[in-house]
């Protein structure tokens, strides 16, 4: 594997299930965050993590719980979401300490809630 | 406010019509400032980071530049798989790493 792996590609969930996302980095970045992309709308920045201590929480609702167990490694945790959170969810990570500031994207999770 | 525009909104080219797109933005001390590619489906595709006022930087028939209040990516005679929507963002200065996106440009050029 190469990059930034997201899974699932696809989700749907009801909205009294729980579910999680997942993201991997193989790239050996230490910073990882997760990204909201509805349609018409700018990337919305959810959760950024560096060094895996979250840096960065942009008011998001507490349905939405992420965890970084490691630097390659980010879950966002779901749960009793609402049918206006479905979306494409990115994952993203970067190298926050040699003066480039670029992020990588993953392939995104395409969430609908119904 | 930091804040990101990018004009078109959409764009229909012939192949081999070149045109540009425009990202202007307002932001306390840039950092850097980004072009993506994204297509549908996908997440957003890595291009170009430019850092100062005069900066360009070129990838096969795209080139980016960048001013004081905007940049502009530049496609020179497009093919229809160049069709996709481009984004771009901006890092201000400070401690986070925060992107502000814009809205995204979708480019579609036809054969």
Same mark, same amino acid.
């Given at each position: ?24 980095? &193989?790239?050996? &970045? ?59 969810? !990115? ?19 395409? !969430?609908?809630?119904? | ?5 990018? +004009? ?15 990202? +202007? ?10 072009? #993506?590619?994204?297509?549908?489906? %996908? ?7 430019? #850092?100062?006022?005069?900066?360009? %930087?070129?990838?096969?028939?795209? %080139?980016?530049?960048?001013?004081? %209040? ?18 771009? =963002?901006?890092? =201000?200065?400070? =401690? ?16």
């Amino acid at each position: 594997e190469t990059g930034v792996t997201q899974t699932p590609r696809h989700l749907v969930m009801g909205m009294t299930n729980k579910k999680s996302l997942k993201c991997e980095q &193989h790239l050996g &970045h230490n910073a990882m965050y997760w990204y909201k992309q509805s349609a018409k709308k700018p990337l919305e920045l959810m959760f950024v993590y560096s060094l895996e201590e979250r840096v960065e929480n942009n008011s998001v609702p507490s349905r939405f719980s992420p965890e970084c167990p490691n630097s390659s490694h980010l879950f966002l945790h779901l749960h009793t979401l609402q049918p206006e959170d479905s979306a494409l969810y !990115l994952c993203a990570s970067s190298q926050t300490d040699r003066g480039h500031y670029e992020q990588y994207f993953g392939p995104g999770t395409r !969430l609908t809630v119904t | 406010e930091d804040q990101v525009t990018q +004009s078109p909104e959409a764009l229909r080219l012939q192949e081999g019509e070149s045109s540009s797109l425009n990202c +202007s933005y307002t932001v306390s001390g840039l950092r850097g400032l980004f072009w #993506y590619r994204q297509d549908p489906g %996908k997440g957003p595709e890595f291009l170009f980071t430019l #850092y100062s006022a005069g900066e360009e %930087k070129e990838k096969e028939r795209l %080139k980016a530049t960048l001013t004081k %209040k905007e940049s502009f990516l530049h496609i020179t005679a497009p093919k229809p798989e160049d069709s996709a929507t481009y984004l771009c =963002a901006v890092q =201000a200065g400070g =401690a986070t790493n925060k992107l502000i996106f814009g809205t995204g440009t979708l480019l579609a050029v036809q054969p």
